[in-house]
């Protein structure tokens, strides 16, 4: 049997500030993306087989300073209805990374786990993490203070992402549409 796990996320800390020019308004935030995530592999044979089980495990952790910046149109279109247009978008940014991998093999006696062997470490080597370009488009209608209906689209480039150097090729680009009303 194979167990895969996981735990930790990323996290963004960061400070956004806009200016607005008559009926345009541009934004921009700026901040410090940082994880740590740790995965584990394990396969599990059962001792008929006369194979020893493996557990591969990794700890990553990353982090760099990025940026978004965005622009909104607002248009009156009558004395009660509003438009509003804007987008938004990103850069592919490259981070910083740490990680340290182990593989294993190993045997269980009476439910006990035994480590025979260790087939692989390496500790704190350092490599580059890129996230992909994300652009965002959206557009409201509205009035004063009733009622709004409203669309964004969001397209993420995942195939620029590289974990190590090594592409995914199981990861893709990626949209997403959401519509709504209040």
Known sequence: AHTYEGSGGLYQAFIGT??????????????YTFCSIKNSTRADYPDSLHLSSTNSSQITSYGSFFWKAGIQYHAKLSKKLFLELGASGSVSQTLNARRDSLRTTYYYSDQDRIDLDTAYYEQDASGKVTYPQQIAFGVALHDDI??????????????Q??????????????????????
């Open 18 to 31: 806009g200016y607005r020019i008559k009926n345009i308004s541009f934004g921009v935030n700026g901040g």
């Open 161 to 182: 992402f590289r974990f190590f150097g090594d592409k995914d090729d199981n990861v893709g680009d990626s949209w997403m549409l959401k519509i709504g009303a209040q």
């Open 146 to 159: 009733h009622w709004l209906i409203g669309a964004d689209y969001t397209y993420s480039k995942w195939s």
